[in-house]
């Protein structure tokens, strides 16, 4: 029961940071050093980044309607008259051939050096660091932009070129963690012109396809142990099963949440807590705390 009371928690901290801009797998990697799942190592490895399917189910249903290419109704943009192509949402289309564009470098890099990275930098003072960094981006970002107009003020105003660019500010966060996946899509799309609402919208697009690549990696990397003679208990089992459906549902308010909140705030807040997290967290292990 205990083991599945941390399941909670941890479900709880991926599900308000994987979309506040303040790094979901730094808070995962900081919430490890303080409360430790009685798991084996593997399985933790694989669970930190599985638990994230639970939020991903989220934005499909938030977003269903504009994220789904089929169906007759409310269709503006047919692919043809009639016919198959009348199902066919050829915007929608659009929208998820911008993604996959923005996935590339991060899956490169991802598929190539995951494991490389993850023992170089997966560790409480690089999480910091970046941290704190990325706070003072997003705060000299948004001073900078403080009565400009953006350029791109929709989701279907993305081009191919904008969608790269966003693709190579997200490559930040597959290889430091702390810097914060929609963070760095985030700071990076204010940066090149986009709005605040298209920004944070087209980050939860986003995330459908780099976390459940990441996800399916982690857990084809954790079947090939498994079937090398690492154990994986029911205990596991249920232990990733709470921490998902928690994730799931705290992502439901906070994703609505953020974007009420940024429709009438700026990102500043976010940057401030991400460098006094930062802060606290080097302090502690100067003190031998973590």
């Given at each position: 029961m205990f083991e599945i009371l941390k399941a909670i928690l941890f479900g709880i901290v991926e599900g308000i940071t994987e979309w506040l801009p303040i790094s979901s797998t730094g808070h995962m990697i900081l919430l490890d050093e303080l409360v430790k799942l009685d798991v084996s190592e593997e399985f933790y490895s694989m669970f930190q980044v599985v638990i994230q399917l639970g939020a991903i189910l989220a934005v499909v249903i938030i977003f269903w309607k504009k994220i789904w290419p089929f169906g007759k109704k409310d269709n503006v943009a047919p692919l043809a008259k009639d016919g198959v192509g009348a199902w066919i949402k050829k915007d929608i289309f659009v929208l998820w051939f911008h993604i996959l564009v923005s996935c590339v470098p991060a899956a490169i890099v991802g598929?190539?050096?995951d494991d490389f990275f993850e023992e170089l930098f997966y560790n409480p003072p690089c999480v910091a660091i970046a941290l704190i960094v990325f706070g003072v981006a997003f705060i000299i970002v948004?001073?900078?932009?403080?009565g400009h107009r953006a350029n791109i003020n929709s989701v279907a105003d993305i081009t191919y070129t904008t969608a790269l660019l966003i693709g190579i500010f997200q490559l930040l966060a597959a290889i430091f963690p702390g810097t914060s996946r929609s963070g760095a899509t985030i700071v990076g799309a204010l940066i090149?012109?986009?709005a605040r609402t298209v920004a944070a919208e087209y980050t939860f697009y986003l995330a459908i396809p780099v976390m459940l690549g990441a996800s399916l990696l982690k857990v084809a990397k954790?079947?090939?142990?498994?079937k090398e003679g690492l154990a994986f208990t029911s205990r596991e089992a249920v232990i990733l099963l709470v921490g998902m459906v928690?994730?799931?549902i705290v992502?439901?308010?906070?994703?609505?949440f953020l974007m009420d909140y940024i429709k009438k705030h700026d990102f500043k807040v976010f940057g401030w807590y991400r460098i006094g997290l930062g802060i606290i967290v080097l302090s502690a292990g100067v003190l031998g705390f973590i």
């Open positions: 598929v190539l050096w948004e001073t900078a932009k403080a090149i012109g986009v954790f079947i090939k142990q498994v928690v994730a799931f992502s439901m308010f906070v994703i609505k």
